[in-house]
């Protein structure tokens, strides 16, 4: 009990030798990670290296084949799936390359989706800082389509952080967007861990985003191979040229 108290004090998500297989692909093979609470780690790796398949397992949208996950000291094994989506839905905030806004809803709406969901309202003045956070204070009744690429993130972006999730897990968040947008939404993953001490995990291409966080974790072939702290993206992508 003891260890697991302090597990949870360090660790935002904790894996122990966790495989994924696919038949006979091992996906992952045997990642065993603490993910430090309240910082910001990005994951690098080459493609198929199982960086979704590592983001899917440790946020509780895959289970792993074998293994342990935790997150927040609570082991997911043995939750029953209504469990597992309910501490993903509290705990939990996802950003994908695709915005997965929903097009008939408006940005408020998509924002504070996920409260709804979870049979609650927004807090009035969280919903107003949030979306001035993100910049879309005057956009707050548009619809996805009126709304350019980079603002569409950064709803998406918004519905992530409105639930006050502990964990951000961004998937390739600045993939569709131009380097100052996607500055722009670095800079607010940033701002989530330094002022409200959440944990982002960012998985990315990209070395000038890698850059932004604590430190980044490079997968190879479904093995952690390596974590660069500090990183800049020139030693980012001296490393990666080495994967
Ligand atoms: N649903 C699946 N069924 C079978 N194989 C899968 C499945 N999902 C992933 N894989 C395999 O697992 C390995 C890791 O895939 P994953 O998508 O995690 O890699 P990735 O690092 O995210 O790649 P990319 O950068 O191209 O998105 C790959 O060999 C992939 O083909």
Redesign the pocket.
Known sequence: MTTMTAQATTEAVGLDAVTKT??A?R?LDGITWAVPRGGFTAVM??????????LHCASGLDRPTEGTVRVGGVDLGPLAEAKRTRLRRERIGFVFQAFNLIPSMDVEQNITLPLRLGGTEADPAWLAEVIGRVGLADRRTHRPSELSGGQQQRAALARALITRPEVVFADEPTGALDPRTARGVLRMLREAADLTGQTIVL?T?DPMAAAWADSVVF?SR?RIVDELAAPTASAVMARWETL
Do not use: I
Request: net charge positive; hydrophobic share 30%.
């Open positions: 696919y038949g692909v996906a790796g080459p493609s198929g290296s199982g960086k979704s398949t590592f998985v291409h997968l479904g």
